[in-house]
């Protein structure tokens, strides 16, 4: 059983994944929806806040890695050209997304609908590179994905339990683990 909340944990850890999906996916696996809505907010929680700590050490290492793609796909004489470019290269529709929510509710907006759009972990760093303060961006961050946790595990709880009664008893993940 140990080792489905770690799996929990993990999942709700990885951008990709969010909590927003995790905490359903947990529920209707036959975990508790109170323990894993607590496993799956920390698994969040704890990335999101690194990802603020170390937001200037991604935003280097994704400059590198973009320059290095571009030197694989170019001649070296033609990267300086493709560099000036890359300024102005377009935006990712997420990065869009998140720029769209900043600029019409501001760091609150961004935190609390972004991670249900484009995501915990890209609003966070969204937030960032608008020139919000680590400070504010860490405490509005958690305050919605402490809030979305309560949203989300309430109400997976309550429609699995109405539509799946029977979930607690032969729930995948319990039968996955088990062993």
Do not use: C
């Amino acid at each position: 059983m140990l080792l489905s909340y770690i799996f929990v944990f993990l999942l709700a850890a990885i951008p990709l994944f969010e909590l927003i999906t995790v905490i359903p996916l947990a529920i209707i696996g036959g975990l508790s929806p109170v323990l894993t809505a607590i496993v799956a907010f920390l698994g969040n929680a704890l990335t999101v806040v690194l990802l603020i700590i170390f937001v200037d050490q991604v935003k280097k290492w994704m400059k590198k890695r973009k320059q290095k793609r571009m030197q694989e796909i170019m001649h070296v004489e033609e990267v300086a050209a493709a560099q000036a470019d890359a300024e102005g290269m377009k935006e990712s529709k997420k990065s869009k997304r998140a720029r769209v929510l900043f600029d019409r509710y501001g760091l609150p907006g961004l935190a609390i609908i972004g991670p249900f759009f484009v995501g915990s972990h890209i609003s966070a760093f969204m937030a960032m590179s608008f020139g919000s303060t680590r400070k504010r961006v860490t405490g509005w961050m958690l305050a919605s994905l402490f809030l979305w946790t309560v949203i989300i595990s309430v109400a997976a709880s309550y429609g699995i339990t109405y539509f799946m009664p029977h979930v607690e008893e032969d729930g995948f993940l319990v039968r996955l683990f088990s062993n």
